[in-house]
C-alpha cells in the first residue's frame, strides 16, 4: 500500500514546522526521512501514524483518504529509538499485545508470536521480561510486535541509535531482511547518513520542515540538488567559486581562486558566484606544480586504517578535505606542497 501526501502542514501551538510538504511513497518501499535533529522527521512519521494531526493537506494510505483517522484504524506498526516495550510484561505478552486488542483466539495468538520471535531471532525468550535483555534484543521484540499484527505500514522513528555500532549493524540487517520479505510499505527515520544510504529504496533529505530532495542513495550522494544535501548527505567540501552560465548536465570551467577548474552543473545555473561540491574521496594529490592542479600544502594528515584523511591549505587560506587510499599516497607529509586535482565528472557545481 503506497502513501500519498499532499500539501500538509502540522503546527505545535500555532507554530508550524511542516509546510506544504509534498509526498509519494511507492507500495511495498523502504522509505527514509533523512534530516539533523529538529528538523521535523518525528513530526512528519508522527502525523503519518495520526499522533500529530494534520492543519492541512492530505494523506493516503493506497488511495484511502486516513488524514483523520485515528491512528489505531490507520493500519500501521511503530517502533521507537526507545523500545517502548511495557517493562513489567514478558517478551511473549509485549508482541501478543495489538494481537490480543484485536480479539485473536489464543492459539492463533501463540503461533503468531512465536513465529514472529523465531523472524527476529528471539525464540527462547518469550518468557524473560524486557528488563533482562540487551538492547539489540529490545528493540528486536519491538520490532516483532510491530510486524506481528501484519500492518500495511510500518513506521520506525531512528530505531538504531540507542544501540551501540556491533549491535546498530546486526538490527540493521534485520529489519533490511524482515522488510524486503514481507515487502511492507516502511517509514524510517534517522539522521545517520550510512543508515540512510545503506538501508533505503529512496531517501528524503528534510531541512526545516521541507524535503529538500527525494531520490535513491546514489542520486542522493551523487546529484545532490543543493549544497544543504551535499553537506548533509556527504561531508563535502563546499567552496564558493565563479561560474559562467549552465544548462543542466553541463560541464565547464569555474574559477576556485583564481584558477580554472572543471565541474559539472547537475542543475542549470546562472552566471556568477555559485558552490562547488567536491567529496573528500574525489580530490586527488599530485606533486607541486601539475598541470591542471591547484596548489596548496598539507597541513594535517591522520591515518584511518583502509584511508588516510587529509587536510589541505590552498595559498588563499581555504582548508579542503581529502581522503585518500592508505598506502600509495603516504608520501605527502604534513608540510609538503602538494597539486590538487579534481575530477571533472564527480565535483559538481551549485547555485549557492
Ligand atoms: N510536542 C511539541 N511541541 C512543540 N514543538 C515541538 C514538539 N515536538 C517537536 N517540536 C518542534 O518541532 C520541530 C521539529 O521537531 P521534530 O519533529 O522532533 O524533529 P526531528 O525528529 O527531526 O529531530 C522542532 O523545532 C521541535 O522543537
Ligand atoms: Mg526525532
Known amino acids: ?3 500519498a501526501i499532499e500539501n500538509l502542514a502540522v503546527a505545535y501551538g500555532g507554530q508550524r514546522v511542516i509546510d506544504g510538504l509534498e509526498l509519494t511513497i511507492e507500495p511495498g518501499s523502504f522509505f527514509t526521512l533523512l534530516g539533523p535533529s529538529g528538523c521535523g522527521k518525528t513530526t512528519l512519521l508522527r502525523t503519518i501514524a495520526g499522533f500529530v494531526p494534520a492543519e492541512r493537506g492530505h494523506l493516503r494510505f493506497g488511495g484511502t483518504e486516513v488524514t ?35 480479539k485473536q483466539a489464543e492459539g ?25 535483555l540487551s538492547g539489540g534484543q529490545r528493540q528486536r521484540v519491538a520490532l516483532a510486535r510491530a510486524l506481528v499484527i501484519q500492518p500495511q505500514v510500518l513506521l520506525m522513528d531512528e530505531p538504531l ?19 524486503r520479505e514481507a515487502k511492507i510499505t516502511t517509514v524510517f527515520v534517522t539522521h545517520d547518513r550510512e543508515e540512510a544510504l545503506a538501508m533505503s529504496d529512496r531517501i528524503g533529505v528534510m531541512n526545516q520542515g521541507r524535503l529538500e530532495q527525494v531520490g535513491t542513495a546514489a542520486q542522493i550522494y551523487r546529484e545532490p540538488r543543493t549544497s544543504y544535501v551535499a553537506d ?7 567552496v564558493e567559486v565563479e561560474t559562467m552560465a549552465r544548462q543542466a548536465g553541463e ?28 567529496r573528500p574521496e574525489d580530490i586527488l594529490l599530485a606533486e607541486p606544480g601539475t ?13 584511518l586504517g583502509g584511508k588516510t584523511s587529509y587536510k589541505v591549505v590552498l595559498d588563499s587560506g581555504r582548508v579542503l578535505a ?12 604534513p608540510g609538503a606542497k602538494v597539486g590538487l586535482g579534481f575530477d571533472p565528472a564527480r565535483t559538481l557545481v551549485l547555485a549557492s
Open 322 to 333: 581529502v581522503d585518500l587510499q592508505s598506502g600509495a599516497h603516504d608520501r605527502f607529509e
Open 1 to 3: 500500500m503506497g502513501i
Open 232 to 238: 548533509f548527505v556527504g561531508g563535502a567540501n563546499l
Open 161 to 179: 541509535s540507542n544501540l551501540d555500532a556491533k549491535l546498530r549493524l546486526q538490527v540493521r540487517e534485520t529489519i533490511v531482511e524482515l522488510q
Open 251 to 278: 560541464t565547464g570551467p569555474v574559477v576556485l581562486d583564481g584558477t580554472a577548474i572543471a565541474a559539472r552543473a547537475p542543475a542549470a545555473l546562472a552566471a556568477g558566484r555559485a558552490t562547488l561540491v567536491a
Open 68 to 102: 483523520h483517522l485515528p491512528p489505531h484504524k490507520r493500519d500501521i506498526g511503530m517502533v521507537f529509538q526507545d523500545y517502548a516495550l511495557f517493562p513489567d510484561k514478558t517478551v511473549f505478552d509485549n508482541v501478543a499485545y495489538g494481537l490480543r486488542a484485536r
Open 108 to 132: 492463533v495468538i501463540k503461533s503468531k508470536v512465536q513465529a514472529a520471535l523465531e523472524r527476529v531471532g528471539l525464540g527462547h525468550l518469550g518468557q524473560r521480561h524486557p528488563a533482562a
Open 291 to 303: 598541470a591542471g592542479t591547484l596548489p596548496g600544502r598539507i597541513a594535517h594528515r591522520q591515518y
